[in-house]
């Protein structure tokens, strides 16, 4: 690459546990001979999908080259974090050659775009483009899209439902936005499932996409780098319910974070976090815990109800710890009902 050509950025978007970090650890273990820099953004104070691109880092993505923006949507923070932090992987003796962009699953992809407008960066890099991960059983069974007649029914039947639901639109704000959507969890969703999420999808996007099925964030690279979409150039055609505002909330969202002391029982840990989600709303629990007379610590990963947990390394020097991130809607934030839950 000569220093006159632009870095090519792709901004990996998509629903909460949609597996963007999954697809990300894929790319730096298969970066196509190119020297790669991940930057992430969380939703929330304590990071975990950083930590967990870094414990991948080879010489192709070094640690250095992984960074996190923690606790803040990083389109809103763009002249603070956004900016800087670019600039800052631009300027390392080995400049990376394709950036990779994880978003926080609430963030509206189409504001970040615009951040690559400004004059510190714009002839310094440019969207290779916009990948948007949908979670094929998750959109199959019509959690963000459900049929439209069942909708206008509840409407007519009360008055109070004259809006999307915020995930709804946090949904089609990324769909719209995509060059290409993946659906993850394929291998869950199954043929009919998977046929089922791409119909619905279709009917979202406002323009024709590939849509293509995946399992545990497996893809050719070749498929989602080098697309030269240029997606910075080309706005107008990637339509937002936010379109004509000068900002965005995250009001409709918020987090926790929960620090539990070692656990005896991680079997009763991951059927609390269920009782979460089902009892209390809870859209997303992600961290990692520390089981008793266990070297390793356990991650674990939550989409509503459905838990998954692993370990992944040996604490190390690390401190052992439990600590999780909630996320939820914000009205279904309530922090001693959560801890109380999480507690028993």
């Known amino acids: 690459m000569t220093d006159l050509a632009k870095i090519p950025v792709t901004v990996i978007t998509g629903f909460l546990g949609a597996g963007k970090t999954t697809l990300i650890r894929h790319l730096m273990m298969n970066p196509q001979g ?45 002249a603070d974090d956004f900016i800087p932090t670019i600039e800052a992987l631009m300027a390392l003796p080995e400049k990376p050659e394709h950036i990779l962009i994880e978003t926080s699953g609430l963030a509206l992809p189409k504001p970040l775009l615009k951040a690559f407008e400004w004059p510190a ?7 290779d483009g916009v990948i948007a991960l949908a979670d094929a059983e998750a959109v199959a069974a019509g959690q ?7 909708v206008q029914a509840q409407r007519d039947a009360d ?5 999307e639901t915020p995930l709804s639109e946090v949904f089609e704000d990324q769909i719209s936005c995509a060059d290409i959507v993946l659906l993850s969890k394929a291998d869950l969703a199954g043929e009919k499932g998977i046929a089922k999420a791409r119909g619905v999808i279709e009917a979202e996007a406002p323009r024709k996409l590939p849509i293509i099925p995946m399992s545990e964030g497996v893809v050719d690279p070749r498929v989602v780098l080098g697309l030269n979409a240029a997606a910075e150039d080309d706005l107008d055609s ?16 918020d987090s926790i974070v929960v620090d539990l002391g070692e656990i005896a029982n991680p079997e ?29 610590r356990m991650l ?4 509503g109800a459905r838990v998954r947990a692993q370990f992944d390394q040996p604490w190390g020097a690390q401190e052992r710890r439990t600590q999780l991130v909630v996320i939820a809607e914000h009205d279904d934030i309530n922090e001693a009902a959560i801890r109380q839950v999480l507690e028993a």
Do not use: W
């Open 121 to 127: 960066i714009k002839s310094r890099i440019t969207v």
């Open 300 to 303: 674990v990963q939550a989409v």
């Open 268 to 296: 009763a840990l991951q059927a609390n976090i269920e009782r979460l989600a089902k009892e209390q709303n809870i859209l997303r629990v992600k961290g990692y815990v520390a089981v008793q007379g266990k070297p390793m």
């Open 34 to 78: 190119k020297r790669l820099a991940v930057l992430v953004n969380e939703f929330g104070t304590a990071g975990v999908d950083g930590d967990i691109l870094k414990s991948c880092a080879d010489e192709n993505c070094p640690e250095n080259n992984i960074v996190e923006l923690a606790n803040g949507c990083i389109c809103c923070t763009v």
């Open 238 to 253: 990637r339509p937002s319910h936010h379109d004509g505002h000068h900002d965005h909330e995250h009001d409709d969202f």
């Open 159 to 163: 008055d109070s439902l004259d809006h």
């Open 144 to 150: 963000f899209a459900p049929d439209l007649d069942a």
